[in-house]
């Protein structure tokens, strides 16, 4: 028994050294943790996040820079800032102005959530129907940074008198974070400025190597005109929106490459959701080609179900905390996006049904039909039960692009340079700046490397016979190689056709083909090319390609150099506030509109946030003065909508953006009984008795009062 009790202790001693060594190898790991995070050296990691930040800076700079030369902002008025922000612009800043000059924000919040002003007689939550939360963020902090300085008795900005000339009075001039449209701006270029950092660390991240960030960022520089309008319209929902639906895509990106990723990534998903969606009433249909684009990528069996399931989790969580903090908009419930999520969480739910068809095949398009027809039914279900058609104007916008089908919306938004086709110059732009052949080289070499590993699958799969039933399950939480390469693909694509059919959404198309350019530098994909030295010395080559339009680009961008004015709005705004009570009601073209209740906050009838189906009907009767329709009837319709006052635009009578594109033409297709007769806003021009009486004129505007 001696032998054994002395095997036995050293078998103790044995699983105490064992135990030892366990407990070594945890402090080495503990201490290579320091060093190192998932395997990259953390003197590496904080140089790649320092040169984001550089990368941030200079794109906020560049950003201010533009916006600065192309307004002179810094030398305009209070009232001149103010009427550069025009149409939807004018509209979202004055919420933010509406909270800022309240006694206290709590009053200024309830005056925008019971908000009689924006849709005479109507009261309407703006916070609900306008995604206005980033206002509502940026006058916490405006408050928040008055309030501390002041309380320190520091001056937050400076102000000076600006002598305009040409017999104009001088103007009060202040720069400056305590200037409300400074403070403003500053904080709409710092957001994007981020958003430049998160392209560097994604194109680095996506392509394994540094170089591939440079390559993103170089390439969304010399394209910048394609990538952004931020610099020219700051307030518009896009400015907030788009770096959050950059994050998201990293994120899902990360997602997809790791092996078996937790519940948490839900979470963060869920986060970036809201941030998006409450920032941008277009974020929906972003998304949706989001989880097509995955869901894509889980069909052809690159994903496993879990890694579905935990970013359909983080969408849904999303959207649903968006519903609520929307004040549960009914047009958010019945999006297709909505639908798309339900309907795609019910198929991954069904796989193993699914499954036993077998034939693989046969299972992609089972649930290719059960995608369309779920999202389809769910969609047409949610809107008959809550009764909405807020969206229905965007059915009827694709359904105009490929018919001959045409209606007084339709054509409002399709006469719009923005809302039509893209324009034959945009692939020429993107041609001589080498980012649509880099773009085609790095897709092109996915597509081959992905094509090479599936016929080596399928040979091995012939000649071994059917999988191990492990291996199927592992492959269900870990997928395949070059998965989010997949993602990325089908995402670009889904970009592409968004901007091909409306010109104004490639700014998703542009950036993510600027992403797309730093596979050029993955290892992975092109070490067939021979030495890493050698795949950086055709970066390289690739980038002073580049460089030779880009640089070229950015010099044009430059260049640009103005000085924002417009004193014939500026006397129509200035004689409102002068001549008219307080409480008068205004109807007019929609960006004007804006003007005016950003400048006067005078109630108004209609303004340019045209996606509500009862706006739409709204400004479709204040139009009724561009159409053919006699003055009486006229007057009747804007009687019954309360207007008081009128703003006439000759421009908007005469002008033609294209071939049935003029207003009277527009009206022509819903108004066939008044064809052919003389325009009522040609009359109302040299005559506006005895319907209404001319109270205001000048070059650009007349103001009609009701009699």
């Given at each position: 028994m001696a032998p054994r009790k002395r095997n036995a202790q050293n078998a103790n001693n044995n699983s105490q050294n064992q135990t030892k060594k366990k407990g070594a190898k945890r402090q080495d790991d503990k201490s290579q943790e320091v060093t190192e995070v998932e395997g990259i050296p953390l003197s590496y990691l904080s140089l790649i996040l320092f040169f984001a930040a550089v990368i941030g800076v200079a794109h906020r700079n560049h950003l201010a820079g533009m916006f600065e030369r192309d307004r002179h902002f810094s030398h305009l008025s209070t009232l001149e800032r103010e009427l550069a922000f025009r149409t939807e612009m004018g509209l979202y800043y004055s919420y933010y102005k509406t909270m800022i000059e309240t006694k206290t924000y709590q009053k200024g919040l309830n005056k925008i959530m019971y908000d009689n002003i924006t849709e005479y007689p109507l009261t309407i939550n703006t916070l609900k129907r306008f995604n206005l939360y980033p206002e509502a963020v940026l006058a916490i902090g405006y408050r928040a940074y008055e309030s501390f300085w002041t309380g320190l008795n520091k001056p937050t900005k400076q102000c000076w008198t600006v002598n305009r000339g040409e017999g104009k009075t001088p103007v009060q001039s202040c720069e400056g974070l305590g200037e409300p449209s400074y403070f403003y701006i500053e904080n709409v270029f710092f957001l994007n400025g981020v958003m430049m950092s998160v392209f560097f660390l994604f194109g680095t991240y996506l392509s394994g190597s540094v170089f591939?960030?440079?390559?993103?960022?170089?390439?969304?520089?010399?394209?910048?005109?394609?990538?952004?309008?931020?610099?020219?319209?700051?307030?518009?929902?896009?400015?907030?929106?788009?770096?959050?639906?950059?994050?998201?895509?990293?994120?899902?990106?990360?997602?997809?490459?790791?092996?078996?990723?937790?519940?948490?990534?839900?979470?963060?998903?869920?986060?970036?959701?809201?941030?998006?969606?409450?920032?941008?009433?277009?974020?929906?249909?972003?998304?949706?080609?989001?989880?097509?684009?995955?869901?894509?990528?889980?069909?052809?069996?690159?994903?496993?179900?879990?890694?579905?399931?935990?970013?359909m989790m983080g969408q849904l969580t999303g959207l649903l905390c968006s519903f609520i903090a929307l004040f549960g908009n009914e047009m958010l419930l019945t999006s297709f996006f909505t639908s798309c999520v339900i309907t795609v969480m019910v198929v991954v739910i069904l796989e193993s049904h699914l499954e036993k068809l077998n034939y693989k095949v046969?299972?992609?398009?089972?649930?290719?039909?059960?995608?369309?027809?779920?999202?389809?039914?769910?969609?047409?279900?949610?809107?008959?039960?809550?009764?909405?058609?807020?969206?229905?104007?965007?059915?009827?916008i694709f359904r105009s692009k490929f018919s001959n089908f045409k209606n007084f919306h339709t054509m409002l938004y399709t006469c719009a340079k923005e809302f039509d086709f893209m324009e034959?110059?945009?692939?020429?732009?993107?041609?001589?700046?080498?980012?649509?052949?880099?773009?085609g080289v790095a897709v092109l070499t996915v597509v081959f490397q992905l094509l090479k590993r599936e016929y080596k699958v399928w040979t091995s799969d012939t000649n071994s016979g059917s999988d191990d039933g492990e291996e199927e399950n592992e492959s269900q939480h870990r997928g395949k190689p070059h998965a989010e390469l997949v993602y990325h693909l089908f995402q670009l694509l889904a970009f592409t056709a968004m901007a091909i059919l409306i010109m104004r959404l490639k700014l998703f198309w542009t950036p993510h083909m600027c992403l797309m350019t730093s596979l050029l530098a993955s290892r992975q994909l092109f070490s067939w090319i021979g030495s890493r030295e050698r795949q950086l010395a055709i970066v390289v080559l690739v980038l002073a390609g580049m460089s030779v339009q880009g640089i070229q680009n950015l010099q044009h961008q430059w260049s640009i150099m103005g000085e924002y004015s417009n004193y014939p709005l500026e006397e129509l705004v200035e004689w409102i506030q002068a001549k008219t009570p307080k409480r008068a009601v205004f109807a007019g073209p929609m960006p004007t509109m804006a003007t005016v209740k950003l400048c006067t906050g005078r109630p108004i009838i209609n303004h340019p946030h045209y996606e509500d189906a009862g706006l739409r009907e709204r400004t479709k009767d204040v139009y009724t003065m561009y159409s053919r329709k006699p003055a009486e009837e006229v007057k009747k319709i804007l009687k019954k909508r309360k207007v008081q006052y009128a703003i006439l635009e000759e421009s908007w009578c005469n002008r033609r953006s294209g071939v049935g594109c003029?207003?009277?033409?527009?009206?022509?297709?819903?108004?066939?009984?008044?064809?052919?007769?003389?325009?009522?806003?040609?009359?109302?021009?040299?005559?506006?008795?005895?319907?209404?009486?001319?109270?205001?004129?000048?070059?650009?505007?007349?103001?009609?009062?009701?009699?």
């Open positions: 591939g960030g440079v390559l993103t960022v170089a390439s969304y520089f010399y394209n910048h005109g394609e990538c952004t309008r931020c610099m020219w319209t700051p307030p518009l929902r896009e400015s907030f929106a788009y770096p959050f639906l950059v994050i998201q895509m990293l994120l899902v990106t990360h997602i997809i490459k790791l092996r078996i990723p937790s519940y948490r990534y839900s979470g963060l998903i869920a986060l970036i959701t809201v941030c998006f969606m409450l920032s941008w009433q277009f974020a929906q249909f972003a998304l949706l080609t989001q989880t097509l684009a995955v869901f894509a990528t889980y069909a052809l069996g690159y994903i496993g179900s879990h890694k579905v399931k935990v970013i046969l299972i992609l398009a089972t649930q290719g039909v059960l995608l369309i027809l779920g999202t389809v039914g769910l969609k047409i279900a949610l809107s008959r039960l809550f009764s909405t058609a807020d969206d229905a104007h965007i059915g009827d034959a110059e945009t692939p020429w732009k993107v041609l001589k700046t080498l980012l649509a052949p880099s773009v003029s207003m009277p033409e527009i009206w022509d297709i819903e108004d066939e009984v008044n064809r052919g007769k003389q325009p009522l806003c040609q009359k109302l021009l040299f005559n506006s008795e005895p319907h209404f009486k001319r109270v205001f004129r000048n070059s650009v505007y007349q103001v009609l009062k009701l009699t």
